[in-house]
C-alpha cells in the first residue's frame, strides 16, 4: 500500500525558512519521480519542483533559486527546502510520487508566510 505522509509545515515570517519532508512507503522509492505542489486557496493546485530518480531535478520559476527539492533514498524520504519565503508561498503543500503509472499523494501540510 503506497503512502506518503508530509511534515514540517508551519507559521513563518516572510524571508525565513522551512524544510518539508515526505515519508514514503509501499514502492521502490529509489526508482520513482517525487514532486512538491502546493494549493493556495481558490487557486488550483501547482507544480512547484520535483526530482528524477537520476535526482536532476526542475522547478517552477516562482520558486526558482529559494527552494530546493532533494532525496534520501535510504530513508525513502524526499525533502523541500524552502528559503526566502514570502507570503504568496502560503498554501498547503502536497507530495506526490510518480508510481506504476499512477499518480498518489499524501494528505498535504500548510504553510503560512505572514508577519
Given at each position: 500500500?503506497?503512502?506518503?505522509?508530509?511534515?514540517?509545515?508551519g507559521l513563518?515570517?516572510?524571508?525565513?525558512?522551512?524544510?518539508?519532508?515526505?515519508?514514503?512507503?509501499?514502492?521502490?522509492?529509489?526508482?520513482?519521480?517525487?514532486?512538491?505542489?502546493?494549493?493556495?486557496?481558490?487557486?488550483?493546485?501547482?507544480?512547484?519542483?520535483?526530482?528524477?530518480?537520476?535526482?536532476?531535478?526542475?522547478?517552477?520559476?516562482?520558486?526558482?533559486?529559494?527552494f530546493t527539492?532533494?532525496?534520501?533514498?535510504?530513508?525513502?524520504?524526499?525533502?523541500?527546502?524552502?528559503?526566502?519565503?514570502?507570503?504568496?508561498?502560503?498554501?498547503?503543500?502536497?507530495?506526490?510520487?510518480?508510481?506504476?503509472?499512477?499518480?498518489?499523494?499524501?494528505?498535504?501540510?500548510?504553510?503560512?508566510?505572514?508577519?
Amino acid at each position: 500500500q503506497v503512502q506518503l505522509v508530509e511534515s514540517g509545515g508551519g507559521l513563518v515570517q516572510p524571508g525565513g525558512s522551512l524544510r518539508l519532508s515526505c515519508a514514503a512507503s509501499g514502492f521502490t522509492f529509489s526508482s520513482s519521480v517525487m514532486s512538491w505542489y502546493r494549493q493556495a486557496p481558490g487557486k488550483e493546485r501547482e507544480l512547484v519542483a520535483f526530482i528524477r530518480a537520476t535526482s536532476t531535478t526542475n522547478y517552477a520559476d516562482s520558486v526558482k533559486g529559494r527552494f530546493t527539492i532533494s532525496r534520501d533514498n535510504a530513508k525513502s524520504t524526499a525533502y523541500l527546502q524552502m528559503n526566502g519565503l514570502k507570503p504568496e508561498d502560503t498554501a498547503v503543500y502536497y507530495c506526490n510520487g510518480w508510481i506504476g503509472g499512477q499518480f498518489y499523494w499524501g494528505l498535504g501540510t500548510q504553510v503560512t508566510v505572514s508577519s
